[in-house]
């Protein structure tokens, strides 16, 4: 192989390697920048925003569902406020909002759903209501965590592109 050929593959394998770097960089780390109170912030259009915060609210209002459920003793109720925030309330979501997103962000997020889901199929298997509400003590390590590490923002008002 003669020089120029040399050289043309060495400059192939830089941008494939600065490419692929940036791609990891961005799958990590999603649109995000970093916030004053040592969260980060991810940034997205104003649509996506109210959707995930919209998810969240879900969440929210499932935990006092089943919490009143837990503590009347219906574990049926117990089941049905869990499921319906479990795995199957996280299908659909737009591959351009979870581009956005950090993979420990989504990592809770998809925690927390499942959790969601495992406490549906406890609330099957007791009539406890301090066990379903131990569990949800726990299933809610992944919603602190995250308002503990994220805020959400704007792009274009919040920092960043």
Known sequence: MDMAGKAGWAVAGVLAAALGLSGY????????????????????????????????????????????????????????????????????????????????????????????DALAELAGTTDDPLVILGAMGDAMDACTGCHAGYRLGVEGIDGGS
């Open 25 to 116: 960089v961005f799958v990590v780390g999603g649109n995000t920048v970093p916030y004053e109170d040592g969260r980060t912030v991810i940034l997205l259009t104003k649509d996506e925003r109210n959707l995930v915060l919209g998810e969240m609210r879900g969440l929210l209002e499932a935990v006092q569902g089943i919490t009143q459920a837990a503590v009347a003793g219906d574990m049926d109720e117990v089941a049905a406020q869990a499921s319906a925030v479990g795995m199957a309330a996280a299908d659909g979501e737009s591959p351009a909002l979870m581009a956005k997103l950090p993979l420990d962000f989504m990592t809770l997020g998809l925690g927390a759903h499942r959790s969601m």
